[in-house]
Every structure is written in structure tokens, then in C-alpha cells.
């Protein structure tokens, strides 16, 4: 059996020890199911979401670990990329075998029922990348960012080249 984790808000929690994960995410052709990871040796890599579904407006994550069969069927691959179809032991291993794994993802085409939950736990809320992976100094693209986030309006002035608005009174060299 393959340990995977999912990061669901803490808000879910009740509900997800009671009847399970719920298959509420949709793939790039509208199947129903959810998005994991399986359980790493490196806690970056394991959690490496978290920071990144933070950004969508959940306060506190939780990550639940739950057991799917080795043969059992899903879908793996990079986020920003095409998945491909291996059982849940070679996803696993595809992904732990990666010189780089950030952005990948697994994506198990069903719900996962409460007798397959293993563990409820608590995450590092500051664990991963926001964007995207190696995003660090490159700026996220302007229409990206959603009204009112934090830093936003500064990021949009820098892409569109607006120089810096001096108060009536003052000159450049004050």
C-alpha cells in the first residue's frame, strides 16, 4: 500500500475523519478526484503545496495521510504539463526518483473513503513555493494576481514600467 498526503483547510477536517476526502477537484478533462502526493523522505518536497494553496485564500492547512493500493491506477506528472497513467507505487517512485520534483502532482481519479485515512496531521504553514518552482526573484505575472493581494498593485507598477509618484512640493533629489 502507497502512502500518499492531501492538504485540505482545516475547516474539512470534521468531515473528512467522519466520511473521508471527498473527489472534489477536476483534472484537465473534468474527471472528479483529488490531488496528493505520495509521503517523501524530504518534508520540502512532501508539503511542497502548501504555501502555494495558501495564496487561494485557505488560512491554515492540514495535511491527511491515506494508504491506496500499489496496482490501483493514477495520474502523475508536473502541474503545468500533460499527466500520464502509471499505478500508485511507480507515481511514487516516478516522482521520488526526480531531480526535481517541485510542481509535481498526483491525481487519484476517486474518493478516498475514511477507513483508508491513516493519519489527520498539522503542517509548517510556510513549507514550499508560491507561484511556481524556482520562482524566487522573478515577479508572478501581473494578471495573475488577484485585486487587493498583498504586494500586488506594486507588482503590476514594476511590469508596466510606472515610475515611482512624487508628492506635489517634493523633487527627485529630496
Request: proline share 7%; glycine share 10%; net charge positive.
Amino acid at each position: 500500500m502507497t502512502l500518499f498526503v492531501h492538504l485540505t483547510a482545516e475547516k474539512n477536517i470534521r468531515s473528512v475523519r467522519r466520511a473521508g476526502i471527498r473527489a472534489r477537484s477536476r483534472d484537465r478533462d473534468g474527471l472528479p478526484g483529488l490531488f496528493c502526493l505520495p509521503i517523501l523522505p524530504s518534508y520540502q518536497l512532501t508539503h511542497q503545496w502548501v504555501r502555494e494553496l495558501k495564496r487561494g485564500g485557505r488560512r491554515t492547512v492540514t495535511a491527511v495521510d491515506f494508504r491506496v493500493p500499489d496496482d490501483e491506477p493514477v495520474f502523475v506528472g508536473h502541474y503545468g504539463r500533460e499527466h500520464g497513467r502509471l499505478p500508485s507505487a511507480e507515481a511514487a517512485a516516478l516522482i521520488a526518483g526526480c531531480d526535481d520534483a517541485r510542481g509535481y502532482e498526483v491525481f487519484i481519479p476517486r474518493a478516498i473513503g475514511a477507513k483508508e485515512i491513516h493519519r489527520v496531521r498539522a503542517v509548517n504553514q510556510v513549507t514550499g513555493w508560491r507561484y511556481m518552482p524556482n520562482a524566487h526573484g522573478i515577479p508572478p505575472c501581473p494578471g495573475c494576481l488577484a485585486p487587493g493581494e498583498y504586494g500586488a498593485a506594486r507588482i503590476r507598477r514594476a511590469a508596466m514600467g510606472a515610475k515611482r509618484s512624487v508628492s506635489p512640493g517634493w523633487t527627485d533629489e529630496d
